[in-house]
């Protein structure tokens, strides 16, 4: 059996909306001048504590840990739910579907937000599982999180291939031998992608669908 990877957060969720909103909230409650932050779509796909402390990095700030815990009660109660799915995907699931494809969600949120999110959007029925960090710390590295869900299911890493729009994604995958393939429609654009290893990069989610059932199937 063939199995795809699927990053969350600009792969198949459009999730900038409420995870720059809760961002900026977080700098508010801190005390900070959120309107001085200037875009964030560079914080979408990291671990967050990584983004944050980027973050507070230009105001000089190190409260790192306090502005976790703010931005996950902002986002678990509200900004979790301001997200799309791109247009697109949901065919391309379909294809995959329609292959044979075991589908796995591998993200860098937390797993309890991101059950949610597919729950939201709609789209538990074509995930075999969904895998991201754990409460309270753990399997927050993109490639520890990989190489669990290698050991879990069983899989051969041959036999997969990693779905994603940032660097971390396809450094994780290069670690763990998947195939990376890169998606333009996310965060983080064709030189990033191409610069942390990208095996190919692709510019819709058809053509995520013909590059993996080409090499998959």
Known sequence: MSTVLLDLDGTLSDSRPGIAASFRFTL???GLDAAACGDLTWAVGPPIAVSMARLLDQYGDTRVEEAVAIYR????EIGIYDCSVYPGIPGMLDQFAQAGVTMLVATSKRRDFADRVIDHLGLRSSMRAVYGALPG???DEKQDLLAHILSVENLTPAACVMVGDRLHDMHAARHNTIRPIGVLWGYGGQAELEASGADAIAATPGD????VLERLT
Do not use: F, H, I
């Not at 995520?208 to 590059?211: F, M, Q």
């Open 73 to 76: 009660a902002r986002y678990s």
């Open 28 to 30: 508010g409650q801190l």
């Open 208 to 211: 995520v669908a013909r590059l």
């Open 137 to 139: 710390g753990g399997l």
